[in-house]
């Protein structure tokens, strides 16, 4: 079932006859062995990679067919191949890094630097480290980091250089949250489009399209909440807690020590949020050239006996000192930063679900806060109290995903909270996510870059 250029033919799985599609079937599964065998063959040797557009081309076809091929076998069989090929092919959603691969050669870019980070020019191999802890554990970051970049040398970077740079890392990482908090993934034929994982207990298919598992119906959860009926009242049950925590505050004002206690309790608390279901994540990648060590990725704040100093807002704050500083070194950027920050941070239509004329100040509020805790950011006005009472576990677990380990969100995480919303107060909740990760980030880089300044 080869035509004359060797490319593997697929009209035989269109046959009325069973028999006719079984064989058709049968070559294309001995054609994606090969292909696959061969790949893994290259890698074994450390010989250069074959030519994987067709290996990838074939494994999205199955992955349709899989999918929406009218003829129950030929579902089955795809899956099967599938199967039987999933340890050689295991893709990632590569949206973000397709889209700036494509711009850095529409102008002009050097096409060897997209072969590996190994190939890219020594200044920006610098960044790698820097780069890798900004992304997953940004608390680490020092003012060694910061002089060993700045030194003199060939290499080296200027202030306003590395100001630049971080600005753009940051950014770059929240994009990152955003694309796979919304879902945004290439169509399932297209390159990306789709991702390979291997079967699990909860039930999800061999393959997951679009990083969703999208045939999952019904939400499971083990947060204690009932998932698997629409709340009643949820809404409701929101805004009254909000109602009764606004006359509280009016009421009763917590003590310093209180509040310093509530926060240490939810910070402790955010490190028992699991971040996905599926804890074993794919180690191989489509964009894993692009960055180095691939097993480095976020670890609680403070853990395993490891204590990291709370970060007080009240000592370096974006108002305060990091808005100048980037205003300074990387000139009107700051003021867009900021204006990007509180528009994300302000933004209401004053409603909640189908209700209209409400305050959504103290859970935007809850929200935004909730994501710098888990960075051990604290602002010592805040009471961390509030948080548990209007984010639920469910609530929690996606934010912690999307912020910290966004590759593993899910279309059942995105539909076990606030299931009574619309999609676009969903979508406002990204955002918030977003410009709170991108600003915690900011926050611990720009402050080691204060401290070397002085």
Not at 217 to 236: I, R
Not at 422 to 449: G, T
Request: hydrophobic share 35%; net charge negative.
């Amino acid at each position: 079932m080869a035509d004359r250029s060797g490319e593997v033919r697929w009209d035989g799985l269109c046959s009325r006859d069973v028999s006719s599609r079984e064989s058709a079937m049968e070559n294309i599964r001995q054609a994606v062995l090969k292909k696959s065998k061969a790949v893994a063959r290259s890698k074994e040797d450390a010989s250069p990679p074959p030519i994987r557009g067709g290996l990838n081309e074939m494994l999205s076809r199955l992955l349709m067919l899989s999918k929406r091929c009218p003829f129950r076998d030929v579902r089955e069989k795809s899956e099967a191949v599938l199967r039987s090929v999933q340890a050689a092919a295991r893709h990632r959603c590569s949206y973000l890094v397709n889209i700036h691969v494509n711009y850095f050669l529409q102008v002009g870019g050097d096409p060897k630097w997209l072969n590996g980070l190994e190939n890219a020019p020594q200044k920006l191999q610098n960044l790698g480290e820097l780069n890798k802890i900004l992304a997953h554990r940004p608390w680490l970051i020092t003012k060694e980091h910061i002089e060993q970049l700045l030194k003199t040398e060939e290499n080296s970077w200027s202030l306003a250089e590395l100001i630049h740079a971080v600005v753009l890392l940051t950014h770059y990482h929240s994009l990152a949250s955003f694309t796979f908090g919304c879902g945004i993934n290439p169509e399932i034929h297209r390159e990306g489009g789709h991702t390979f994982r291997a079967p699990s207990v909860s039930d999800y298919c061999i393959c997951d399209i679009t990083n969703g598992n999208h045939g999952v119906t019904q939400v499971q959860s083990s947060t204690g909440n009932n998932a698997t009926t629409e709340p009643l009242c949820e809404v409701e049950a929101l805004m009254e807690k909000m109602k009764q925590l606004q006359e509280c505050r009016d009421e009763i004002k917590a003590s310093q020590e209180e509040k310093a206690t509530r926060f240490e309790k939810e910070k402790r608390e955010s490190m028992l949020v699991c971040c996905s279901e599926d804890e074993d994540s794919a180690s191989t990648r489509d964009v894993s050239r692009h960055f180095e060590d691939t097993s480095y990725g976020y670890k609680d704040f403070s853990r395993h006996g490891m204590h990291v100093p709370t970060f007080h807002v009240q000592d370096y704050s974006w108002e305060d000192h990091g808005y100048s500083l980037v205003n300074r070194l990387y000139p009107d950027v700051g003021q867009l930063i900021d204006e990007k920050f509180q528009i994300a941070y302000n933004l209401t239509y004053n409603t909640m679900a189908m209700h209209k004329d409400v305050d959504t100040s103290m859970l935007r509020r809850a929200i935004w806060n909730y994501i710098h805790c888990m960075f051990g950011i604290r602002y010592d006005d805040y009471d961390y109290g509030e948080i548990n009472q209007l984010l639920d576990r469910s609530f929690k677990i996606y934010i912690k995903t999307v912020v910290c380990t966004p590759e593993k969100t899910t279309h059942r995480m995105y539909d076990s909270f606030w299931r009574q919303f619309k999609h676009s107060e969903k979508v406002h909740v990204n955002l918030l996510l977003i410009e709170a990760r991108m600003q915690a980030e900011l926050l611990y880089a720009l402050r080691a870059i204060t401290h070397y300044m002085t």
